[in-house]
């Protein structure tokens, strides 16, 4: 598109056109995790993490967030081979004698979700 977008804050983003010029500023998130090329990875204040095109339109609900889940923002974000992919790593405490390194891949063509368990968070 051409716009600019950027973080206004931990809640809410910008869309500036190529001028420096504000189109809009978005809604009110939790969070907003990471910006990306078109897409924009948000917690919701309902808990979800979603993520969303520059509109603020839902693409998928990736993630249902909760004190026991621990993102690591690092690594997560688009594949660097497969410009589809969406991949997120995280820490599942749920069951804290079982901690569980987890991995989901979205896929935005076809909006495919598979949800592994990893070995350790050294085979991302």
Known sequence: SGNIVLRKDINSYSIYNNDGILIKTSKKYKEVNKIMDNYILVTDTDNDLKLIDYDGNVIN??????DKIVINWA????????SNLINIYYIDKTDSENIKNMHIIFDIKTSKKDIKE???LDDN
Do not use: A
């Not at 609900?61 to 909760?66: E, F, Q, T, V, Y």
């Not at 997560?76 to 497969?82: P, Q």
């Open 61 to 66: 609900n990736i993630l249902s967030i909760n």
């Open 75 to 82: 690594n997560s974000g688009f594949d660097k081979l497969e």
């Open 118 to 120: 990893l070995e350790s």
